[in-house]
């Protein structure tokens, strides 16, 4: 029937001459073909649906914002949260448009610039450094000597501890009469494209901010008394963006860190501003780190509104390998799903030591003793700098036998004490946690505890006392995102303001291929190359 169609068809004359096999195989091809673009547009579509969403997402957030920021406020707060609020969405509101610019087409060359405000001259008082750009070469292409006939000034603001400068970035114009034509050195790239803040003022406010503890009113305060009050809603709008242009490398540092065999997790509780009803909520950040026994260091953390454990799993995704933590629920689901748990001697510890201080327990003191020798054997294998097997061995020849005595001794204790006492709590934890608190001692890999991460946290509990809590969730993860690299940094040896202030100078140019250079376990064999 189909070879009579097509008999009964009229064909353009460049086909007349093929055979019903060799038609039938073109039309397949032809198929085969629109079949591929069909698929290709069917992708395209679903970008672009994704974006719609996003924009749409980003619209709605920034509204809802702007209204928070700008609108009439019921409720009022006290005038410190007050500036902290507002602060907060200054900088949300930055990061916000900032990520709307990164998801909308780049518009028509012929499309006019958008009108900003014009900004106000820098104080001529401050002391300015001249640097020029100039071709490499003033000959142009047609061979004729080109005349300079003119320039374009550029000044950045900068900022060392105390002191304000300015770095006017002088361009030279060449032009060749001849053929008409116009040479410029290119403009160097930014963070924030257009603003007059140097890489050197945005790291300072970063750390100042998330490393200090620092809130961006004091900060406006000390910058006043060095001679430039710059504006609390112009200094939120810069850490807005940077936190928008810093978030791909702690996207690369999270993949680096599911590389790894062995993770531990932590969470600490953080208060999170509800703006409606003027009070805060408990909301949690979590901390992720790479094996205290791994070469390479690195923390991320995760900012989320509550503690609950689908946070852990999608954080950690596909992710199988070992993690340390302490006995949250939160974590039980991805033990069972095939994590391997290993549990924190420390926090095993610690129970009878509060047990001890606070009754002079002498089955505390035992236990104490018992756990005093693993660390003893655990510090003998620090301080020759084991290697994993070498590890591993020390561990079963010394550890495990002090493991099993106090196991033993432990199970005998309980058949003593009375059901509810604190004496039975601080036991029953040890021994029903009792293959997680050893797993340490056939994994070289895995350390005694969880102190490792938990130290990486202190940081944040400290700066909880200044910054009170987070605006919002968004400026939550902004401050895991820059918390995440500048303990990062700190971790490699690094000066967190140098890292931060070479990162930003080369983040505009550097290729998203190339993104691993700037990870701070990366960074200093890159910077001395």
């Known amino acids: 029937m189909g070879d009579g169609i097509l008999q009964g068809m009229s064909a353009p004359a460049h086909l007349t001459h093929l055979s019903v096999t060799e038609l039938h195989a073109l039309i397949a091809q032809q198929s085969s073909v629109i079949a591929g673009k069909d698929l290709a547009l069917a992708s395209k579509d679903q970008e672009l649906h994704?974006?719609?969403?996003?924009?749409?997402?980003?619209?709605?957030?920034?509204?809802?914002?702007?209204?928070?920021?700008?609108?009439?406020?019921?409720?009022?707060?006290?005038?410190?949260q007050a500036r902290l609020f507002d602060e907060t969405l200054d900088a949300d509101l930055a990061a916000m448009e900032a990520e709307l610019e990164q998801?909308?087409?780049?518009?028509?060359?012929?499309?006019?610039?958008k009108q900003r405000p014009k900004r106000a001259p820098l104080p001529e008082a401050l002391p300015r450094t001249e640097i020029h750009h100039e071709p490499d070469s003033t000959t142009c292409a047609c061979g004729c000597q080109m005349t300079r006939i003119g320039e374009d000034v550029a000044e950045k603001l900068d900022y060392t501890p105390g002191?304000?400068?300015?770095?006017?970035?002088?361009?030279?114009?060449?032009?060749?009469?001849?053929?008409?034509?116009l040479t410029q050195a290119p403009v160097p790239a930014h963070v924030i494209d257009k603003g007059i803040p140097t890489a050197g003022l945005l790291s300072h406010v970063l750390i100042a901010k998330y490393a200090d503890h620092l809130p961006l009113y004091r900060q406006e305060a000390i910058f006043a008394r060095a001679g430039l009050?710059?504006?609390?809603?112009?200094?939120?709008?810069?850490?807005?963006?940077?936190?928008?242009?810093?978030?791909?490398?702690?996207?690369?540092?999270?993949?680096?860190?599911?590389?790894?065999?062995?993770?531990?997790?932590?969470?600490?509780?953080?208060?999170?501003?509800?703006?409606?009803?003027?009070?805060?909520?408990?909301?949690?950040?979590?901390?992720?780190?790479?094996?205290?026994?791994?070469?390479?260091?690195?923390?991320?953390?995760?900012?989320?509104?509550?503690?609950?454990?689908?946070?852990?799993?999608?954080?950690?995704?596909?992710?199988?390998?070992?993690?340390?933590?302490?006995?949250?629920a939160g974590y039980k689901a991805l033990i069972a799903q095939g994590v391997q748990e290993a549990g924190c001697m420390a926090h095993a510890r610690r129970k009878f030591f509060e047990l001890h201080s606070a009754h002079k327990s002498q089955i505390a003191a035992e236990a104490l003793n018992y756990f005093g020798q693993l660390y003893e054997v655990e510090r003998a294998c620090a301080s020759r700098a084991e290697r994993p097997d070498a590890r591993r061995q020390i561990r079963q020849e010394k550890a495990?036998?002090?493991?099993?005595?106090?196991?033993?001794?432990?199970?005998?204790?309980?058949?003593?004490?009375?059901?509810?006492?604190?004496?039975?709590?601080?036991?029953?934890?040890?021994?029903?946690?009792?293959?997680?608190?050893?797993?340490?001692?056939?994994?070289?890999?895995?350390?005694?505890?969880?102190?490792?991460?938990?130290?990486?946290?202190?940081?944040?509990?400290?700066?909880?006392?200044?910054?009170?809590?987070?605006?919002?969730?968004?400026?939550?993860?902004?401050?895991?995102?820059?918390?995440?690299?500048?303990?990062?940094?700190?971790?490699?040896?690094?000066?967190?303001?140098?890292?931060?202030?070479?990162?930003?100078?080369?983040?505009?140019?550097?290729?998203?291929?190339?993104?691993d250079e700037l990870l701070p376990h990366r960074w200093q064999a890159q910077a001395s190359a």
């Open 50 to 80: 994704w974006r719609q969403t996003r924009i749409e997402q980003l619209t709605h957030e920034l509204a809802l914002h702007r209204r928070a920021r700008f609108g009439v406020k019921a409720e009022s707060l006290p005038l410190e």
């Open 103 to 113: 998801l909308k087409p780049a518009a028509p060359l012929d499309t006019p610039a």
């Open 163 to 181: 002191v304000f400068t300015v770095e006017r970035h002088i361009r030279g114009k060449w032009a060749c009469k001849p053929c008409q034509r």
């Open 229 to 328: 009050a710059i504006p609390r809603s112009t200094l939120s709008q810069w850490v807005g963006q940077c936190g928008v242009a810093l978030q791909p490398l702690v996207d690369a540092l999270r993949a680096v860190m599911l590389d790894h065999p062995v993770l531990h997790a932590d969470e600490t509780p953080v208060a999170l501003l509800e703006p409606g009803a003027g009070k805060t909520r408990r909301a949690y950040l979590w901390s992720y780190s790479i094996g205290a026994f791994e070469s390479v260091k690195a923390v991320v953390y995760d900012f989320a509104e509550s503690r609950a454990g689908k946070h852990a799993q999608a954080f950690l995704g596909a992710w199988r390998g070992t993690l340390v933590c302490d006995d949250y």
């Open 400 to 515: 495990r036998p002090i493991a099993e005595a106090l196991h033993a001794w432990l199970r005998m204790q309980r058949q003593r004490v009375p059901n509810g006492s604190g004496t039975a709590a601080a036991i029953d934890y040890s021994l029903k946690r009792w293959a997680a608190l050893t797993h340490y001692l056939t994994d070289a890999q895995v350390p005694i505890d969880n102190n490792w991460i938990e130290n990486q946290i202190r940081p944040i509990a400290l700066g909880r006392k200044n910054w009170l809590f987070a605006g919002s969730l968004r400026a939550g993860q902004r401050a895991a995102t820059i918390m995440s690299l500048i303990q990062s940094a700190k971790l490699n040896g690094h000066d967190p303001y140098l890292y931060l202030k070479d990162v930003l100078t080369r983040l505009p140019t550097q290729p998203n291929s190339r993104i």
